[in-house]
């Protein structure tokens, strides 16, 4: 079955290092891969979008690859900041359109 | 600001019984998702609406139902409501490309 993998484990970095998350994913063929920020109890906020044919996309601080043939997605942020800390969610979407999640890598940046 | 609203904010209700909770996308968007989020199962996609129709469904018990009205908001109804049911609801309105804008949730509680 299609399976989505984020390190559930905390992320612990020092402010101005770079953070690294990673999504790896399992019997799916994604167009193309969403990633999303999300605070506690707040709804998730889209970030980047990737295509199949795109191996990186960048925006300000962000940077997200996506090899399609080791099926992962790499998630930097460079230059982290205390309020980088959240949690990051990758998400899929198929031919179907459908979106599928990630169960979410939480990232704690520390001054 | 996501532009997504949902109503209410907070909910808690007794077992057995049912809830209604709505949504309004973002002025432009013809589709909604409804995701469930609790602790243990992440961010689940439960259906998903178009124009009115519905378009694809997720992992949503038969004792939950939803509909889109001509004014694209939507509603997602829970029934015979257990403890398990307790979680955040999230509403989402996407673009073309699926990027989904997600509104601030309603907290269900059931007690």
């Known amino acids: 079955s299609q399976k989505i993998e984020q390190n559930s484990e905390a992320l612990n970095i020092q402010e101005g290092k770079t953070a690294t998350l990673t999504c790896n994913y399992t019997n799916y063929s994604p167009a193309y891969l969403q990633w999303y920020r999300q605070d506690p109890g707040r709804g998730p906020v889209f970030l980047l979008l990737i295509r199949e044919n795109e191996k990186e996309k960048r925006k300000e601080r962000l940077k997200v690859t996506f090899d399609t043939t080791l099926k992962q997605s790499l998630f930097h942020i460079t230059a982290s900041q205390p309020a980088d800390s959240a949690t990051y969610l990758c998400?899929?979407?198929?031919?179907?359109?459908?979106?599928?999640f990630g169960q979410g890598t939480t990232l704690q940046v520390k001054p | 600001d996501s532009g997504v609203t949902q109503t209410p904010k907070h909910l808690i209700t007794a077992t057995g019984q049912r809830v209604t909770l709505r949504c309004s996308p973002r002025?432009?968007?013809?589709?909604v998702y409804w995701y469930q989020q609790s602790l243990d199962q992440g961010l689940q996609f439960l259906i998903q609406y178009y124009n009115g129709e519905e378009r694809a469904k997720g992992n949503i018990l038969e004792r939950f139902s939803a509909q889109q009205f001509p004014d694209l908001h939507s509603e997602l109804n829970l029934s015979s409501l257990e403890l398990g049911d307790s979680a955040l609801y999230f509403c989402?309105?996407?673009?073309?490309?699926?990027?989904?804008?997600f509104g601030p949730g309603t907290r269900l509680t059931v007690t």
């Open positions: 989402a309105s996407s673009t073309r490309d699926n990027e989904q804008y």
């Open positions: 998400a899929l979407v198929g031919n179907t359109g459908k979106l599928i």
């Open positions: 002025s432009g968007d013809l589709s």
